[in-house]
Structure formats: C-alpha cells, structure tokens
C-alpha cells in the first residue's frame, strides 16, 4: 500500500499545480466545444497524463532505493513507457501528432518491451491444454498490436470526466490482487503505483472536469495497464491468458466494435472519430432523461452522471476475471458473456428501448 499512497499523494499534488499554473497548459487547453465527441463547456486543461507520468516516476524512484532488486525491471518499465506517453503529451501541447504517429510511438514502446522486459505473447491457454507460440515473427507482431491495442483503447473510452481513469484504476487494483496471489512483486508494486497516481489525477477530473486525462495520460496508462497484464500472465504459467483477455476486454471490445461499426456499417475509415460509441449513446438517450436543460452546470453534471454506468459494466469483466483468474473455462464463458451484453444494451439504445434499470426519471 505504500507504493499506491506515495504515488496517490505526489500525483494529487502535482495535478493540483499543473492546474493552478497556466504557463504549463497555456496551449494545451481544451476550447474546442464543439466537437462531434466533446461534452464540456468550459475551458480545461488536457495535460493530466504529465502528473501522472512524474507520480510514477518519482514513486519508481523511491521503490528502488526500497527494493534495490527491481531496479532493472522498473526503469525499463518506464523507459518504455516514455515512448508511448512522449507522443500523447506532445499531441495535448501542439495537436499536431496524428493518431497514426502516436500508435506507431506505442508500438515502438511494445516492441521494447519485447525483448527489454520479456514481455511478449508466447502462449495461449484453452481449456484442457494450451499452445505454445514460439516464433518471434509470430510473437512480435501480436505482442505489438496486443499492447499498442489496449493503449489506443483506454484513450477510445476517455469520453466523460472519470470514465478512463476509474476502468483502469479497477483493472489495476485486479492485477495488483492476482499478482500477490503467485507472489510477483514486481507486477504488484507496479500496479499499485499506476493505479495510485490515476486515482490522485482522478480527484481532480471527477465530477466537475478541472482537468482531463489528455492523449499523453491516456496513451501512458493505456500502454502500463497492457504492459502488466502480459508480464502477470506470461511470468506466471498459473494465471489463464484469458485472465488479461477478460479483464481488459471492456475498451478492447470497444475498440473493435467500433472498427466494425466505422469501416462496415457506416463506410468511414476506422480513424474518423465519432459520437456514437456506447459511453456517448448512454449521455445523449439516457443521461439526458435525468438532467434536462442544456446550461453548463447541467452539462457538467450530465458528463458526471454517464461514467458510473460504464464503472458498474466493466465491474461484469473485472470482477468475474479476479475471482476466477486460473480457470480458463468460466474465464472464457465470461467474454462471450460480456459481448454478448454489450451488443444487446448496444442495439438496444440504439433503437430507443432501453433496459429500464438503465433509465433515470427526469427531475423537474
């Protein structure tokens, strides 16, 4: 708990300077309010990631003059991580770096990954035997679009104050409490200090918005979340890989649908950003029922209102991953669960009928 609360504190800090201090996001404040997925109305900085990368440095810092032993592991973690924030938080401050740029900088960071830390996609469990992959050719290129993939993801699912930042946070907290269970300290520790520095950005950005996430915190806690799935699942032969595919099948579902939806459904190029995903159906066609008039204030408390429906989903995936961590069969009867929900409530939004428990009573 010391690396969560170390972490918790510095970040908290850090973000309330970044903040308060307009000459580190004078041109990194979000005024562009009328975008198709924009749904705030008040100028806000979108540096959020700077706070969180320099929570989690300094926190790995002080955890290798505490365990000497994992020097090597933490500073390659980070330094690979670097790649992947450098692109998001140079996009925040100039929106000059493509999407296409900052995906191609995460899968450099993936691919460093591979053979600094090990990291790579080198199994795959089925219910009575798993397959072992023992090709680089093969294993690369999957452990680059699996890592590189679930970063782009969490920065798909940043829409509303808080939605990425809780996910994450849960997912985190469920590889810290695996990681314990096979003893991998480091992952534990790891896991710990990410989650602990978004939770003290996250006291800032939920409800009221004072700051958001940005492409650089998105990309950063994207690629560390996908980064300690692999490392928990491959370092530790007891841990289901279906475990990972579980716990993180929330934004990579996302992800995915949306490809399908953009590229077969609506005849658009993949990268073309939308307002349709299922975060935002939820703030137009339910939210809205709750929160009526269209000033700022209820703006804002709209924006709030949304994520804890999208908390409460990905808890369907994070919970049952956590308690059934080694058992690949009720692991993998749990994705086709959870798709299957998704694309149900999905349709069902979509053509005005949704569930009723989903539907809150507009307060006059």
Same mark, same amino acid.
């Given at each position: 708990?010391?690396?969560?609360? !170390?972490?918790?504190?510095?970040?908290?800090?850090?973000?309330?300077?970044? =903040?308060?201090?307009?000459? !580190?996001?004078?041109?990194?404040?979000?005024?562009d309010f009328m975008g198709v997925q924009k749904v705030h109305a008040h100028h806000v900085a979108r540096i959020g990631g700077l706070s969180i990368f320099l929570a989690v440095a300094l926190s790995s810092v002080i955890s290798l003059w505490r365990v000497p032993a994992m020097t090597y592991w933490l500073l390659g973690l980070l330094g690979c991580s670097f790649f992947a924030f450098v692109g998001?938080?140079?996009?925040?401050?100039?929106?000059?770096?493509?999407a296409g740029r900052r995906l191609v900088l995460t899968m450099i960071a993936a691919g460093m990954g591979y053979f600094l830390l090990d990291a790579r996609v080198d199994r795959l $469990?089925?219910?009575?035997?798993?397959?072992?992959? @023992?090709?680089?050719?093969?294993?690369? @290129?999957?452990?680059?679009?699996?890592?590189?993939? &679930?970063?782009?993801?969490?920065? &798909? #699912? $940043?829409?509303f104050n808080g939605l990425a930042s809780v996910v994450v946070i849960c997912m985190l907290l469920s590889l810290g409490y695996v990681a314990l269970q096979v003893n991998d300290m480091f992952v534990l520790i790891a896991a710990l200090m990410v989650a602990g520095a978004?939770?003290?950005?996250?006291?800032?950005?939920? @409800?009221v918005g004072m700051i958001f996430l940005g492409d650089g915190g998105a990309y950063f806690i994207g690629f560390m979340l996908g980064e300690l799935a692999l490392l928990l699942v491959m370092r530790n032969p007891q841990v289901? %890989?279906?475990y990972a595919a579980l716990l993180l099948i929330y934004p990579t579902f996302e992800t995915l649908f949306s490809v399908y939806r953009r590229m077969f459904?609506?005849?658009k190029s993949p990268a073309m950003p939308d307002g349709i995903h299922l975060h935002s159906l939820i703030f137009r066609r339910i939210v809205q029922w709750a929160v009526g008039r269209k000033e700022a204030r209820a703006l804002i408390r709209r924006n709030s209102m949304t994520s804890p429906y999208l908390w409460l989903f990905s808890l369907m995936a994070v919970i049952p991953a956590t308690v059934?961590?080694?058992?690949?069969? &009720? !692991?993998? !009867?749990?994705?086709?669960?959870? #798709?299957?929900?998704?694309?149900? #409530?999905?349709?069902? =939004?979509?053509?005005?009928?949704? @569930?009723?428990?989903? &539907?809150?009573?507009?307060? %006059?």
């Open positions: 708990m010391f690396s969560f609360l !170390l972490s918790f504190v510095a970040s908290a800090l850090l973000t309330l300077l970044v =903040i308060k201090e307009a000459r !580190l996001h004078g041109p990194a404040l979000d005024t998001g938080i140079v996009e925040d401050y100039t929106g000059k770096v493509s $469990d089925w219910m009575f035997s798993s397959w072992m992959l @023992p090709y680089m050719w093969l294993t690369l @290129p999957l452990t680059v679009l699996a890592v590189a993939g &679930i970063a782009n993801a969490v920065n &798909i #699912i $940043d829409g978004t939770a003290g950005f996250l006291i800032w950005n939920y @409800p289901s %890989t279906w459904v609506r005849g059934f961590w080694r058992h690949t069969w &009720i !692991l993998m !009867l749990s994705c086709i669960l959870f #798709i299957v929900s998704y694309v149900w #409530i999905y349709v069902r =939004i979509v053509r005005f009928k949704a @569930p009723r428990w989903m &539907i809150r009573h507009k307060k %006059t």
